[in-house]
């Protein structure tokens, strides 16, 4: 079966740094558990500019933060500092309420640098909506990878290929960043639920379709092939979707209206905890 959605990315400038909002989407606003997928960059900052993403309040969600290039500061309502750089996770599990701020590292920031990744939020299922908030980190050598057969990629969530991310997640889903050869063949068989592949670089086919750079190709039903047809750099994700649906609102997530606006008149109440050596923060 051909590609059963092409869903292209609508550039956001977040003040001078230029993101690619693939979902939510007009067409689909999930895949599998995934609600929110944005590519970052590319873009190269100058020596004494970088990404300043003041305090803010998630509920409902975990997010994930995966580089290419480039680093992120990352604080939280719960006392976590820790920068993140290529090929490590930030998994932070927003459930009851959590509160974070990015921002470019200080050495980054002051060298100039190259800014390149994506950033990716899961909705928790409604059984872990309202758990208590937490936060894990996982360096690159702890994360899983497969090379064979001209195919290298990260499982960055979930099981893949006889490889099972240490990441924490209950509910079914795959993720992981995909590394190909030309000519090399990849099998997304249908039994691990939703799968999209979004094209970072490179020329490819799923299905026998052509993929297009900057798009998330949805699979159909059946069992799909991904096939390189010169080097490619890609992300697959995906998983079992939910039965019911969620609602987002700004950078909150619920299948519960009235929890959301519950979390809008807390924020806005100065309810939300704060995030130590933080003083900013993001109005409503």
Known sequence: MP????????????????????????????????????????????????????????????????????????????????DIHPGAVNWMTAGRGIVHSERTPPAERAAGHHMHGIQAWVALPVSHAQCDPAFAHFPAKAMPRLSRDGVDAVVIAGSLWGLTSPVQFPHPIIYAELRMAAGARLALPADWGDRGVYLVAGDGRLDGEALTRGALAVAGDADAELVAQTPLHAMLLGGAPYPEPRHIEWNLVSHDPARIAQAVADWRAGNFPPVPGETEFIPY
């Open 3 to 82: 590609i059963a959605q092409s869903i292209a990315g609508r550039s956001r400038d977040l003040g001078g740094f230029s993101v690619a909002r693939v979902l939510p989407a007009p067409e689909r606003r999930t895949l599998g558990p995934f609600v929110f997928f944005d590519e970052m960059g590319p873009a190269d900052f100058p020596p004494g500019a970088g990404i300043d993403v003041r305090p803010h309040p998630h509920i409902g969600l975990a997010t994930i933060t995966w580089l290419f290039a480039g680093a992120l500061g990352h604080r939280d309502s719960l006392g976590t500092v820790i």
